[in-house]
């Protein structure tokens, strides 16, 4: 199934104007605070009425202004997870959960109501009430309690922002394991770099209630035209397969046939891993280098420079890992003589990638094909 | 311990008893419908309705009889309309006591349940709605749960207002034994009585009684929704 938005709306000084597609999987609407990401989601689920617009939901019209179409919020069939949990004081967690299935059709396709609190580990807490949970714990019951009332569509409005780190490593899994192993589609709203490399399949980014760009994640996130997070937070992924835990405290990693090195991972040896590698981590030479202590040097080409507006320059490159981006000095770059085409070794230090920027699951990344630049001119589009 | 009041004396706790409670069964449903149109809607006249609402709780009750009085007289507009379609009568009768407790005690039933609204997260609401519940489910699942103790406590002033409401009653509907003359009104007739100050003092004393049991009742009930909602 696949979402389609389009929306116009007024809201004194701003003016949202965006169009975009969600197809299956984990859909980020990323960008700052104020760029209209919480209006397009509430729109969506029917809390807000556009001025004009039009939402679809595979085969189903949810709003449709021209053809006086404005289903009422409690018709249209969404999961909502909002960022504080939102949970009823009074009911049980059990409550909670049953509270969506309840009002479900009786034929619509559900989740076992097992499965999903064994996926969320909340199996503990079916008689609490939600006053006597963490903040961590509050959030995996609401994303049950969306789960479960069988919706077309999971939305999620920033729902780590009100958590702390810890918190944070602690729910993300859930999300991944969501997108995952249940079919249906996340629009997930996101200003964090860390959850649109874990999670995202697709990024539409948003600036000043506008879309300025959309397209699976891997190739927003690699090229250094669209930055979708910005160039002080920009980094890549990679996908890369765990290989062995070392007697030392570290993880091997096989990415792409070249051995990655980072601290100790859960994962066990087979399992797939999404790495973020963060482009201000990543340091650029021209011969390999020699009696370093970095662990991770990957040879690479260089495919593309972007000066940014300081002083700095992200420069994309090709690695058997897959693609790389290195944020550098401009004076760098030209000491180096770097150009498209110039070979280079990328070096990455082993703890300088954060535990959050490693997550399970492949979904996604893959998308990008072996090289990551099929770029096509449709998956980014500017406006 | 029956003979411990006379049969007129019980006379006039049984009929305060039963005014209390008619009054607070059918303002209760009225006192949060008309709360929530005050919290949540805005409508022309919103403002009149308001202070229409709180009149009887700044007028003299004397004022808020004699109204009663005009309307709801044999023959008034609206007493003499539901005398001849529905067989209602509230001239002298009972029911017009109990009218007029409901009527005095109105302003005080809103209250509370308004402040218990105002005091609900309309966000709660909005994610009932997101989950598939219309606006009547969602009023009767989380709305009504969640004001529970407003209107638990605008049932106890409600109720104790019609054990001792006196003005308005006795201004409309006079002090008729067996018929109007609850307990306040019973107590003012044996202050006028010759030796009737030792039998005023024992059903002071009995609605003082009663008042008390009805606040450690609603008092309990509170705390049990308090602690069901893990605030306590």
């Known amino acids: ?383 | 311990m029956l003979d411990w009041l006379s049969p007129a004396e019980w006379e006039a706790v049984r009929l305060s008893l039963r005014v209390a409670f008619w009054a607070t069964l059918f303002s209760l449903p009225l006192g949060i419908f008309v709360a929530y149109a005050l919290a949540r809607w805005r409508f022309a006249g919103r403002e009149l309705l308001n202070v229409t609402v709180h009149l009887p709780l700044i007028m003299p009750p004397v004022v808020t009889g004699y109204l009663l009085l005009v309307a709801f007289g044999a023959r008034g507009p609206v007493g003499g309309f539901l005398e001849s379609w529905f067989g209602i009568s509230f001239a002298f009768r009972w029911t017009g006591a109990a009218l007029a407790s409901g009527v005095m005690a109105f302003p005080f039933m809103v209250r509370a349940v308004r402040l218990s609204l105002e005091a609900v997260d309309p966000r709660l609401e909005q994610a009932a709605a997101t989950l598939g519940a219309s606006r009547i489910w969602v009023f009767l699942t989380v709305t009504l749960p969640l004001i529970l103790p407003g209107i638990i406590a605008g049932t106890v002033l409600t109720f104790a207002k019609g054990m001792g409401e006196f003005g308005a009653t006795i201004t409309f509907v006079s002090n008729i034994p067996g018929q109007t003359q609850t307990i306040p009104l019973a107590i003012n007739l044996l202050l006028e009585t010759p030796g009737g100050e030792a039998r005023a003092a024992r059903l002071a004393a009995l609605s003082i009684a009663i008042a008390a049991a009805a606040l450690v009742l609603s008092e309990l009930i509170a705390r049990r929704v308090a602690a069901r909602m893990g605030r306590a």
Do not use: C
């Not at chain 1, 649109?196 to 697709?202: E, G, I, K, M, N």
């Not at chain 1, 535990?355 to 998308?367: F, K, Q, S, T």
């Open chain 1, 1 to 383: 199934m696949t979402l389609s938005v389009r929306l116009r709306h007024r809201l004194g000084a701003f003016a949202l104007d965006a169009e975009f597609m969600a197809p299956p999987g984990l859909t980020v609407l990323f960008g700052r605070s104020g760029s209209g990401k919480t209006t397009i989601v509430n729109a969506v689920a029917g809390l807000l009425m556009p001025d004009e617009g039009r939402i679809v939901a595979g085969d189903r019209t949810l709003l449709d202004t021209k053809r006086g179409i404005r289903l009422k919020s409690h018709r249209r069939r969404l999961g909502y997870i909002f960022q504080e949990g939102r949970l009823f004081p009074h009911l049980t967690v059990r409550q909670n959960l049953a509270y969506g299935a309840w009002f479900a059709p009786r034929h619509a396709p559900r989740e076992n109501r097992d499965r999903v609190v064994e996926l969320l580990g909340i199996g503990s807490l079916l008689d609490r009430r939600p006053g006597a949970l963490s903040g961590g714990e509050k959030q995996r019951v609401a994303i049950g309690r969306a789960l479960l009332s069988a919706p077309r569509l999971i939305l999620a409005d920033e729902p780590l922002a009100a958590l702390d780190e810890a918190r944070k490593a602690e729910i993300l899994p859930y999300f991944e394991r969501l997108r995952d192993e249940v079919s249906i589609p996340i629009l997930y709203v996101s200003h964090s770099a860390t959850e649109v490399a874990r999670l995202a399949t697709t990024i539409v980014a948003l600036d000043a209630g506008r879309v300025v760009a959309q397209g699976p994640a891997a190739e927003m996130l690699a090229d250094p035209a669209v930055l979708p997070t910005g160039a002080r937070e920009a980094g890549a992924v990679v996908q890369a397969r765990v290989a062995h835990h070392h007697a030392d405290g570290l993880t091997e990693l096989d990415a792409g046939g070249t051995p990655l090195f980072l601290p100790r991972v859960g994962a066990p040896p087979g399992d797939t891993l999404r790495v973020r590698i963060s482009a201000h981590d990543v340091i650029l030479a021209r011969q390999r280098p020699d009696g370093l202590s970095a662990l991770n040097i990957l040879p690479g080409v260089v495919q593309e420079l972007r000066p940014g507006a300081g002083p700095g320059t992200i420069v994309a490159l090709e690695t058997p890992a897959g693609r790389l981006l290195a944020r550098i000095t401009r004076r760098s770059a030209e000491a180096l003589r770097l150009e498209p085409g110039s070979q280079v070794h990328a070096i990455i230090k082993t703890v300088s990638v954060a535990p959050l920027d490693i997550g399970g699951g492949g979904a996604g990344v893959e998308a990008a094909g072996p090289n990551g630049m099929s770029h096509d001119g449709t998956s980014v589009r500017p406006r």
